[in-house]
Every structure is written in structure tokens, then in C-alpha cells.
């Protein structure tokens, strides 16, 4: 995480105006998107299966990284959401007879009409009292969904049916890919738009300081509630993906481990820039499909890694190689120092 | 009656249980202002701790009992050195919260994945150390284990309630709350208080899980995780950092569940705890019998 300024500045606003790192990289991360339409060509069907899932992680990571990164709220529900996300894609599939695409869309829609709900329960908290009232929201979110099974399916799990992307059905794994790397790309330009402007400006400055926000004019609550809704919008969006991608579902795959999991995405990417989410998606959710552990090993690995983050670069993958060295060399002498000093 | 009674006591069983996870919570918030996301697994430990000791060395339960508050005090005080004196230095404020929140998460996972490497994911099963026939007086029925569990959970919160009460020590503990470096300056020490604070939640949090094998459960490696999030619910309904108010939130708490689930439905018993917390929440948020204190 990048040091929070306590105090909101005017020359804190003005350094984002300056040279706010979303310009800079916008058009290398469009030329990768553009290398990633070739990716189809150089891979079987399996590896891009598994490309396929970790493209779908960027929609996730961008919204937590919008809610949390950017407005500083601390909720931890990206697992419940894209729950109901995938859940509604399949209900509307299974039992209105909508085709892939408008399914996706309604039920991204009906994820972030609930951001709108969450909104209303969550603008006034803060600190634990926030966290743990997403944690609420995510477990009974949870236990809807393993018990509702007239229409989740229970713990047995639902296959989602009806599933056809351009006449193939069921689709390619390269239909898949594109679908998926079009909505992503969607996701991205969307946020790149979000972020760069002054909609990105307001959220910091809400996250920055509450009260100075507030004093300078800025609808603190109306912000909160927004921002909600568009990151819920992204959280249903990719269940909604996921729901197609994977044909099946289970609760399993939206408890709150898996939110934990999409929270560290944020926080080894860097929280609050534009590129941290995508990087952190790509890394925490590439490298456990590169190297296939078993889950013990993984769960291990992948706590070992926030803790180093945590510790020793702060400012996440975003930072780019070489403020990342500078500062892992910066960290490690300080922890040195201290322990040095702690015993005489 | 007699199905309301033996309702009512189970819940309030599973209640006490709940109130001296919330103890702990609440201990280590009241001297850190942190909040431990790892404590479930402070419980899990404890569970196959209690495990090893009941059928692998053939302990009594009693040994097991008296040497938990140590077993569970080095975790404490482990967890701390790990994922909360590190990054309490660097950074101040609502950031440090939020550091915390991750760390302790991440260390939670960790441990979770670490117990499924060397244990056995599909569970343990541990047969109980007492005799399960229950005890009837008139309209009650009440297993030993139950008078057991009620007992060990009644002293120890009264204890933890004394200390913090009552004594220079958890003088100490809420003046460092509210202001650490004035604290500092007036002669206590923050560092060995937050490590009395971690190690005593780590304490309770291993009894805690000696006395959920006592009736005989299955073990895995994600048994105690889900206790944590119904005990915050009980701990927000207390207002988070008062003793008396986590107990008779989770007493309440468990006591509602278990009223649900004889007389409504037990396959949605489950959300009652998380659709009180949302409610609370949603109209009191400073909690049932927390004081609204505005910080600017």
C-alpha cells in the first residue's frame, strides 16, 4: 500500500493532476491487449482455459481496487457478489430462455443495483464496524446460497445450461477467451476513464481525509454509494463470466476465502493505481495456474507473499522494478536496523 | 417447556463458548485497537492441540485443560510477533487498521493451509473424554460436559473481566487505548501490554477450543474459523470493547439461534446471527450498548 496522507492538501490533489500514472501506462496495457487477441494461436485449448479464468480475476481486482484502493472502503464481499452474479446469469439462462450476452449484462446490472442496497447500510460506518458489516453481508450472502437451492442448487451444485456464444454451444474455448478479453477490455477502458478524471480525484479525496472532503464541498455518502455500484457492477460482470466459463457453480467458489484471495490480488498489485489490480490478477491468480500446487501449499505460498509485500514493498507490483528494488533494499535495511537495535 | 428448556440451554452453552472467543477479541482490540482475523485459528490450533494430548499421548482432559492457557498463550504471542508488531511502527491511523486487517487475514489462510498439509482435510474425529449421558432435574436436561463448559467459561470471563475492570494492569490496557505515547509517558509500557493482551487472548481462544472437542467433534483444518464471525456479531451487538457487553451479546446471540432453529427452521439458523449483525448495524452502528463516540 502506498503511505496514506493523513491530511488532504491541496498539493495532494494537484501531484494526481500531474502525472497521474493511469496517462502514462494507458497505452501500453492497450498494445498488451492487442498481443492478447493472438493468444488463441500459440495455445491449446487448456492453457487458455486457464488464461481464460485469470483474464476474468482483472474485473474483480479492478473493483476492489475502486472500492477499496481508491474510496478507502473496506468490503469484502467481491466473492458474494460475483455469486450472485453467476447465480442470476445462470438463473436468467436456465429459466428465462436469455441468451449469453444480455443474461451477463442483467445480471451485472442487478449486482450493482445491490452495490446501490449495500450503499445504503454501509455509508455510515467505518473501520471494523464497516468491515465486519461486509463480512455480514458476504456470509449470509453465503448461506443464501447454499440453501436456496431451488434456484443456487445447494451444495450439490448447479450446471448452467443454455450456454451459446455465436451459434457454437457449447462455445469453443477460444469463443470463451474472446468474450471474456472483450468484456476485460471494456472493464479496463472503463476504469482507465474512471480513474484518470476527476471522478478518481473525488474518491481519493474521500479516502484521504472524510471531513476535509466534506468541508470542500464533496457528497462524502453520495461518492461512497457510487463507487459501489460500480464495483459491484464489476464484481457481477465477471461471475456472470465466470458462470459461462466454468458451466458450473458451486457456493464453495464465492466464500469468503475467495474474497480474501481477490483482496490479496489488490494488495500485492498495489492499492489506489490504475495498473496494481491488473498486475496482481495477473501474478496471484497466474502463478498457482503455472505451477499447480496442491491447495495447502498454495494457501501457504500465497499468504508468505502478502506478508512480504506487506513488509518489504508496500507499494505493490504497481510500483514497477526499479522504485520496487529501491524500496525492498530501503525496507530491509530499516528491519535490519531494528532488530540490531532491539538487541544490544 | 421441557423443549424450551433444553433449547435454551444448549444455546446458552454454545453462547458461553462464543463469549470467550469474543474475550479474547475484545482483549486484544481493547489494548491495540487491532482486531485479530486469525483468532479462529488461534481456535483450531487449540482443537488439535487438545487432539494430540487426548488421543495420541492418552492425557486426562484435565491436564489437557490446565496446560491449553499455555499451549494457546505461545500462539498469541506468536501471532503477534507476526502479523501485528511489524507493521504497527510504520504507519498510524485508519491505514494501520486496514494493514492490520490484512496481515492477520493472510495469517489465517496461512494457517489454514498449512493444517491441510498435515492434517486431514475430510476431519479428525476426536471421541469425547466424558460420558455423554445427561443429568435431569425436573425439566432440565443437562449433559456434564455442558455443566463443564458453562463453569470454565463463567470464571474465566469473570476473571478477564476483574483484570480489565479492576486492576493497575488493565488500568494500563485502556489507558493505552485511548492515547498510547501519553500512556507511555505516564509509566505504562505499550509493548509488554500488548503482549499480555495477545497472549491472554490466545489463552482463552486454546480453552476454547479444548472445550468444543469435549462432547466428541471432527476436527479440520476449518473448524474454528467460522466461531470468529458469529462472535464479532456478538461483540458489535456489546459495542466492540466492553467485556460484559460482547457476553451478553453472544449469550443473546447463540440463544436466538437455537430459539430459530427449534421453533422456525434449522436450515436457515444459520443466518440469523448475520441478519441481527446487518440489522444492529444498519440502525445502531456504534452497537446495542456501545457509547456513539464521534472521533474527528
Same mark, same amino acid.
Given at each position: 500500500m502506498a503511505p496514506v496522507q493523513t491530511e488532504f492538501t491541496p498539493a495532494a490533489a494537484a501531484s494526481d493532476v500531474r502525472t497521474p500514472e493511469s496517462r502514462r501506462l494507458g497505452r501500453p496495457v492497450v498494445h498488451v491487449l492487442w498481443l492478447a487477441l493472438l493468444l488463441p494461436y500459440l495455445l491449446g485449448p487448456v492453457p487458455l482455459f486457464k488464461v481464460t479464468s485469470v483474464v476474468l480475476l482483472i474485473l474483480v481486482a479492478i473493483g476492489y481496487n475502486l472500492i477499496i484502493g481508491y474510496a478507502g472502503q473496506f468490503v469484502v464481499v467481491s466473492a458474494a457478489v460475483m455469486g450472485v452474479g453467476a447465480y442470476a446469469t445462470a438463473f436468467f439462462m436456465g429459466h428465462w430462455g436469455l441468451a449469453v450476452l444480455p443474461a451477463i449484462l442483467l445480471a451485472a446490472c442487478l449486482s450493482g443495483g445491490l452495490g446501490a442496497l449495500t450503499g445504503l447500510l454501509t455509508v455510515r460506518l467505518s473501520g471494523i464496524y464497516l468491515a465486519l458489516m461486509s463480512v455480514g453481508l458476504a456470509e449470509a450472502a453465503g448461506i443464501v446460497m447454499e440453501r436456496? /437451492?431451488?434456484? /443456487? +442448487? +445447494?451444495?450439490?451444485g448447479l450446471a448452467v445450461t443454455g450456454i451459446s456464444i455465436a451459434g457454437q454451444s457449447p462455445p469453443s474455448p477460444v469463443a470463451m477467451y474472446t468474450l471474456v478479453l472483450v468484456f476485460t477490455a471494456l472493464g479496463i477502458l472503463v476504469s482507465w476513464l474512471l480513474v484518470s478524471g476527476q471522478w478518481g480525484r473525488l474518491l481519493k479525496a474521500v479516502a484521504h481525509n472524510e471531513l476535509a472532503a466534506r468541508s470542500a464541498g464533496i457528497d462524502v455518502e453520495a461518492t461512497k454509494r457510487t463507487v459501489l455500484v460500480v464495483g459491484f457492477f464489476y464484481f457481477g460482470l465477471a461471475g456472470g463470466l465466470s458462470a459461462i466459463v466454468n458451466g458450473f457453480l458451486a457456493p464453495d467458489d464465492f466464500s469468503l476465502t475467495v474474497a480474501i484471495n481477490h483482496l490479496a490480488m489488490v494488495v500485492i498489485g498495489g492499492m489506489g493505481t490504475f495498473i496494481g489490480p491488473i498486475l496482481g490478477a495477473i501474478v496471484v491468480g497466474g502463478i498457482p495456474q503455472l505451477l499447480s500446487f496442491s491447495k495447502g501449499y498454495e494457501t501457504v505460498l500465497f499468504a508468505a507473499a502478502v506478508f512480504f509485500v506487506v513488509i518489504f514493498v508496500p507499494e505493490g507490483l504497481a510500483a514497477g522494478p526499479r522504485r520496487l528494488w529501491r524500496s525492498l533494499r530501503r525496507n530491509i535495511a530499516l528491519r535490519a536496523a531494528a532488530v540490531r537495535g532491539s538487541q544490544p | 417447556m421441557e423443549f424450551f428448556v433444553t433449547t435454551v440451554t444448549s444455546g446458552l452453552v454454545s453462547g458461553a463458548v462464543l463469549a470467550l472467543v469474543a474475550v479474547g477479541i475484545v482483549m486484544v482490540f481493547t489494548a491495540t485497537r487491532a482486531v485479530n482475523l486469525a483468532h479462529g485459528e488461534v481456535i483450531t490450533l487449540g482443537m488439535y492441540a487438545s487432539l494430540i494430548g487426548l488421543t495420541h499421548l492418552h492425557w486426562s482432559f484435565w491436564i489437557v485443560l490446565i496446560l491449553m492457557p499455555f499451549v494457546g498463550a505461545a500462539i498469541g504471542l506468536a501471532m503477534e510477533a507476526v502479523a501485528f508488531r511489524p507493521f504497527i511502527s510504520r504507519s498510524g491511523g485508519n491505514n494501520a487498521l486496514l494493514t492490520i486487517f490484512i496481515t492477520t487475514l493472510a495469517l489465517s489462510l496461512g494457517l489454514q493451509g498449512f493444517l491441510t498439509l498435515v492434517a486431514d482435510t475430510a476431519g479428525t474425529g476426536v471421541p469425547s473424554p466424558f460420558a455423554i449421558k445427561s443429568w435431569n432435574v425436573g425439566v432440565l436436561h443437562i449433559a456434564p460436559y455442558q455443566v463443564l463448559t458453562l463453569v470454565v467459561s463463567a470464571c474465566l470471563v469473570g476473571v478477564m473481566w476483574l483484570i480489565v475492570a479492576r486492576t493497575q494492569l488493565g488500568r494500563a490496557m485502556r489507558a493505552i487505548a485511548q492515547n498510547a505515547d501519553a500512556a507511555a509517558l505516564l509509566g505504562a509500557n505499550p509493548k509488554l501490554i500488548s503482549s499480555i493482551a495477545w497472549a491472554a487472548s490466545g489463552a482463552l481462544g486454546a480453552i476454547v477450543g479444548a472445550l468444543l472437542v469435549l462432547p466428541g467433534a471432527v476436527l479440520t483444518p476449518f473448524s474454528g474459523a467460522p466461531l470468529l464471525f458469529i462472535t464479532f456479531t456478538g461483540a458489535v451487538l456489546g459495542g466492540f470493547g466492553s467485556i460484559g457487553g460482547a457476553v451478553v451479546g453472544c449469550l443473546f446471540l447463540s440463544i436466538a439461534q437455537q430459539l430459530f432453529a427449534g421453533y422456525v427452521s434449522s436450515e436457515w439458523a444459520a443466518l440469523v446471527p448475520f441478519a441481527i449483525l446487518i440489522i444492529v448495524l444498519a440502525i445502531r452502528p456504534e452497537g446495542l450498548f456501545g457509547r456513539n463516540i464521534q472521533r474527528v
Amino acid at each position: 500500500m502506498a503511505p496514506v496522507q493523513t491530511e488532504f492538501t491541496p498539493a495532494a490533489a494537484a501531484s494526481d493532476v500531474r502525472t497521474p500514472e493511469s496517462r502514462r501506462l494507458g497505452r501500453p496495457v492497450v498494445h498488451v491487449l492487442w498481443l492478447a487477441l493472438l493468444l488463441p494461436y500459440l495455445l491449446g485449448p487448456v492453457p487458455l482455459f486457464k488464461v481464460t479464468s485469470v483474464v476474468l480475476l482483472i474485473l474483480v481486482a479492478i473493483g476492489y481496487n475502486l472500492i477499496i484502493g481508491y474510496a478507502g472502503q473496506f468490503v469484502v464481499v467481491s466473492a458474494a457478489v460475483m455469486g450472485v452474479g453467476a447465480y442470476a446469469t445462470a438463473f436468467f439462462m436456465g429459466h428465462w430462455g436469455l441468451a449469453v450476452l444480455p443474461a451477463i449484462l442483467l445480471a451485472a446490472c442487478l449486482s450493482g443495483g445491490l452495490g446501490a442496497l449495500t450503499g445504503l447500510l454501509t455509508v455510515r460506518l467505518s473501520g471494523i464496524y464497516l468491515a465486519l458489516m461486509s463480512v455480514g453481508l458476504a456470509e449470509a450472502a453465503g448461506i443464501v446460497m447454499e440453501r436456496w /437451492t431451488a434456484v /443456487t +442448487g +445447494g451444495e450439490n451444485g448447479l450446471a448452467v445450461t443454455g450456454i451459446s456464444i455465436a451459434g457454437q454451444s457449447p462455445p469453443s474455448p477460444v469463443a470463451m477467451y474472446t468474450l471474456v478479453l472483450v468484456f476485460t477490455a471494456l472493464g479496463i477502458l472503463v476504469s482507465w476513464l474512471l480513474v484518470s478524471g476527476q471522478w478518481g480525484r473525488l474518491l481519493k479525496a474521500v479516502a484521504h481525509n472524510e471531513l476535509a472532503a466534506r468541508s470542500a464541498g464533496i457528497d462524502v455518502e453520495a461518492t461512497k454509494r457510487t463507487v459501489l455500484v460500480v464495483g459491484f457492477f464489476y464484481f457481477g460482470l465477471a461471475g456472470g463470466l465466470s458462470a459461462i466459463v466454468n458451466g458450473f457453480l458451486a457456493p464453495d467458489d464465492f466464500s469468503l476465502t475467495v474474497a480474501i484471495n481477490h483482496l490479496a490480488m489488490v494488495v500485492i498489485g498495489g492499492m489506489g493505481t490504475f495498473i496494481g489490480p491488473i498486475l496482481g490478477a495477473i501474478v496471484v491468480g497466474g502463478i498457482p495456474q503455472l505451477l499447480s500446487f496442491s491447495k495447502g501449499y498454495e494457501t501457504v505460498l500465497f499468504a508468505a507473499a502478502v506478508f512480504f509485500v506487506v513488509i518489504f514493498v508496500p507499494e505493490g507490483l504497481a510500483a514497477g522494478p526499479r522504485r520496487l528494488w529501491r524500496s525492498l533494499r530501503r525496507n530491509i535495511a530499516l528491519r535490519a536496523a531494528a532488530v540490531r537495535g532491539s538487541q544490544p | 417447556m421441557e423443549f424450551f428448556v433444553t433449547t435454551v440451554t444448549s444455546g446458552l452453552v454454545s453462547g458461553a463458548v462464543l463469549a470467550l472467543v469474543a474475550v479474547g477479541i475484545v482483549m486484544v482490540f481493547t489494548a491495540t485497537r487491532a482486531v485479530n482475523l486469525a483468532h479462529g485459528e488461534v481456535i483450531t490450533l487449540g482443537m488439535y492441540a487438545s487432539l494430540i494430548g487426548l488421543t495420541h499421548l492418552h492425557w486426562s482432559f484435565w491436564i489437557v485443560l490446565i496446560l491449553m492457557p499455555f499451549v494457546g498463550a505461545a500462539i498469541g504471542l506468536a501471532m503477534e510477533a507476526v502479523a501485528f508488531r511489524p507493521f504497527i511502527s510504520r504507519s498510524g491511523g485508519n491505514n494501520a487498521l486496514l494493514t492490520i486487517f490484512i496481515t492477520t487475514l493472510a495469517l489465517s489462510l496461512g494457517l489454514q493451509g498449512f493444517l491441510t498439509l498435515v492434517a486431514d482435510t475430510a476431519g479428525t474425529g476426536v471421541p469425547s473424554p466424558f460420558a455423554i449421558k445427561s443429568w435431569n432435574v425436573g425439566v432440565l436436561h443437562i449433559a456434564p460436559y455442558q455443566v463443564l463448559t458453562l463453569v470454565v467459561s463463567a470464571c474465566l470471563v469473570g476473571v478477564m473481566w476483574l483484570i480489565v475492570a479492576r486492576t493497575q494492569l488493565g488500568r494500563a490496557m485502556r489507558a493505552i487505548a485511548q492515547n498510547a505515547d501519553a500512556a507511555a509517558l505516564l509509566g505504562a509500557n505499550p509493548k509488554l501490554i500488548s503482549s499480555i493482551a495477545w497472549a491472554a487472548s490466545g489463552a482463552l481462544g486454546a480453552i476454547v477450543g479444548a472445550l468444543l472437542v469435549l462432547p466428541g467433534a471432527v476436527l479440520t483444518p476449518f473448524s474454528g474459523a467460522p466461531l470468529l464471525f458469529i462472535t464479532f456479531t456478538g461483540a458489535v451487538l456489546g459495542g466492540f470493547g466492553s467485556i460484559g457487553g460482547a457476553v451478553v451479546g453472544c449469550l443473546f446471540l447463540s440463544i436466538a439461534q437455537q430459539l430459530f432453529a427449534g421453533y422456525v427452521s434449522s436450515e436457515w439458523a444459520a443466518l440469523v446471527p448475520f441478519a441481527i449483525l446487518i440489522i444492529v448495524l444498519a440502525i445502531r452502528p456504534e452497537g446495542l450498548f456501545g457509547r456513539n463516540i464521534q472521533r474527528v
